[in-house]
């Protein structure tokens, strides 16, 4: 199966991808024997993959990033690289290639220090002799000198060094950075084929796949999790009751403190199982005894593994809680839809009941209002406002529609 079969509705970008990997494997084929260089090439060293929440940006770039390893025998009689089966495209997808780096991070951002320890790996030689590839999935996340300090690594690059980066859009990455990438735009995968996917490569029921779907609007990542995890589909029944109880004040409040709660909680079941390996593994290699006590010296790598999973758990709740609030810009932009007269799909057709009771007893502009109120909440937390006074900001404004 090759390795483009992985993303979902985007055909264009597989087929600019395939045409680099076929470019690239050209030029190793030609370094390798001493021949003339290809004249043309749609290979470059460095790609930014933009695209919506849940368009397979990192799918993309580790489908690449195989392809790029690949050493099928195929190729050699005009196969395609990115076989999906040979050692390189395996071990790539897999994330234990030795020529191939996948940077994702747990905390609010990425700084300078990662940063520099990345580019010293890129200056490296292949040790597998095609390609370096750099897979950094959350590009929009480094600092600004963290930012800085990658530039000058994408403007004078290694030979065999490919950097692939990963960000929402262009505006999320420095301008001086995406100037010297080639850009790919995904775009969200339809409905339909993410339920086909979650049929046939996760072997969920074709109704339960179709109604995750429809409810994440096309994102992959969610719509697996709540097509699997019960808990999940439990918590989002909770936020699209919210609307329904923001009749008084202390009905806000109220609703603000449990979302908050939720998010909190989804967080710590999210943590515990990392913290607690992370933290046995690390006693384990500095020595410690077997229920004794740690050797003299190690207290400051245990806090530095603890801060760690602290800034861990604080990203961790404010993106449960940032799903929270898609889910509830999902259930007012089908009130808009019924308000409308829309013959758009509903997403939360579970809730049609509710969805109808607020249709009917506001109209289209207030709607629009308690829209912009919740993206005025999650810009407020992009800000680092705490949590609970967002929320509590949000849901007074969604009693006042």
Request: proline share 5%.
């Amino acid at each position: 199966m090759p390795v483009w079969d992985d993303l979902v509705g985007q055909e264009k970008v597989s087929e600019q991808l395939a045409a680099a990997a076929r470019d690239a494997d050209a030029l190793v084929t030609a370094v390798a024997a001493r021949a003339p260089l290809p004249e043309a090439s749609k290979m470059t060293h460095a790609w930014l993959f933009t695209g919506p929440p849940g368009s397979g940006r990192s799918t993309a770039a580790r489908a690449f990033a195989a392809a790029l390893q690949c050493v099928s025998p195929d190729r050699a009689l005009g196969g395609i690289p990115g076989c999906g089966f040979c050692d390189g495209c395996h071990t790539s997808l897999v994330g234990t290639h030795a020529d191939v780096e996948i940077v994702r991070t747990d905390l609010l951002s990425i700084g300078v220090k990662e940063t520099r320890d990345l580019v010293r790996r890129a200056q490296l030689s292949p040790a597998g002799g095609r390609w370096q590839v750099i897979v950094l999935e959350d590009a929009d996340r480094l600092t600004e000198g963290a930012g800085n300090v990658l530039l000058k690594a994408v403007e004078e690059p290694a030979p065999r060094t490919v950097w692939l980066l990963c960000a929402p859009s262009i505006e999320d990455v420095l301008p001086t950075i995406r100037s010297r990438c080639r850009l790919l735009t995904l775009r969200t995968p339809p409905v339909e084929a993410v339920a086909d996917i979650l049929i046939r490569r996760d072997g969920i029921e074709p109704a339960v796949a179709a109604a995750a779907a429809r409810a994440t609007q096309g994102h992959i990542g969610r719509a697996r999790r709540l097509a699997t995890d019960p808990s999940a589909r439990q918590r989002r029944a909770a936020v699209l009751k919210l609307p329904l109880r923001v009749d008084d004040v202390g009905g806000c409040l109220k609703a603000a403190q449990e979302l908050i709660d939720t998010a909190s909680e989804d967080a710590k079941q999210l943590a515990e199982e990392v913290d607690v390996k992370e933290t046995e593994e690390l006693k384990a290699a500095l020595g410690a005894a077997q229920g004794g006590r740690m050797p003299r010296g190690t207290a400051g790598v245990m806090k530095e593994l603890e801060d760690r999973q602290k800034r861990r758990r604080t990203r961790t709740q404010r993106d449960s809680l940032d799903l929270a609030l898609i889910d509830l810009t999902g259930f007012y932009r089908d009130v808009l839809a019924l308000q409308l007269g829309s013959r758009l799909a509903i997403a939360n057709a579970e809730a049609e009941d509710a969805l109808e009771r607020l249709a009917r007893g506001s109209s289209p502009e207030s709607t629009l209002r308690r829209i912009d109120a919740i993206a005025a909440c999650r810009d407020a937390l992009d800000r680092n406002v705490a949590p609970l006074l967002a929320v509590e900001a949000m849901t007074m404004a969604l009693r006042a529609g």
